[in-house]
């Protein structure tokens, strides 16, 4: 089955800065990368998602990038603000009703 | 629209107890499934379906059963609680078209302790 390794579990970043956060997949299949933010107490909740036959999606300050022959996708946030603090999670779907695997969470600390 | 909905939001049981995790849904979409987050372990698939009348396990299944008898519920079944099973439940759906992967749509979670 498919496993997904997400780096690091903790960063902390300073107001302002750039956040990038790593995820690795080992399935060729997978032809979907979700990213999800949940903050504490809520259920997580998609921020921006990419599918295989797109190298690069962005929207605002949040981007995703794929390598599609590495098996590696990542997630950058530029300027960073104290509510992007949360947990974010990655995560990979082959097509259809295919099961989602998720990575183990990052815990983004913003300081003002 | 109300989304994903779970309930109860928090629950405390006794070993060997059962109880039935709710979640409905109102965005008509086939594709349901339960997951558990543990600290350090991220979402974990228990068990899912693709629509009423299907199910099938997931990653972490034993302990846990499901039915769905319409597209809205997706109940999730504790036949005999245990200390392992502490944890919090996130119950999600998706739309399905065709080959196309749509995002899933979480529910806020039940907080669960077994005692």
């Known amino acids: 089955g498919e496993n997904v390794e997400q780096h690091p579990s903790t960063l902390s970043v300073q107001e302002g800065d750039s956040a990038v956060i790593k995820c690795t997949y080992s399935?060729?299949?997978?032809?979907?990368f979700p990213w999800y933010k949940q903050e504490l107490g809520k259920g997580p909740q998609l921020i921006i998602d990419i599918r295989s036959n797109v190298g690069e999606k962005k929207d605002q300050r949040i981007a995703v990038t794929l390598n599609k022959t590495a098996k590696h996708f990542s997630l950058h946030i530029t300027e960073t603000q104290p509510e992007d603090s949360a947990v974010y999670f990655c995560a990979a779907r082959p097509g259809g009703y295919q099961k989602v695997t998720f990575g183990t969470g990052t815990k983004l600390q913003v300081i003002p | 629209n109300a989304g994903v909905t779970q309930t109860p939001k928090f629950q405390v049981l006794k070993t060997g107890q059962s109880m039935t995790l709710q979640c409905a849904q109102d965005?008509?979409?086939?594709?349901m499934s339960w997951y558990r987050q543990d600290p350090g372990m991220g979402l974990r698939l228990i068990h899912y379906?693709?629509?009423?009348?299907?199910?099938d396990q997931g990653e972490v299944p034993n302990g846990y059963n499901v039915s769905r008898s319409t597209t809205e519920d997706f109940p999730l079944r504790l036949l005999s609680a245990a200390p392992s099973q502490t944890s919090v439940y996130f119950c999600?759906?998706?739309?399905?078209?065709?080959?196309?992967?749509?995002?899933?749509?979480f529910g806020d979670g039940t907080r669960l302790s077994i005692l």
């Open positions: 399935d060729s299949a997978s032809n979907y």
């Open positions: 965005m008509n979409h086939e594709y």
């Open positions: 999600a759906s998706s739309a399905y078209t065709g080959t196309d992967n749509q995002p899933q749509h």
């Open positions: 379906s693709v629509g009423a009348g299907i199910t």
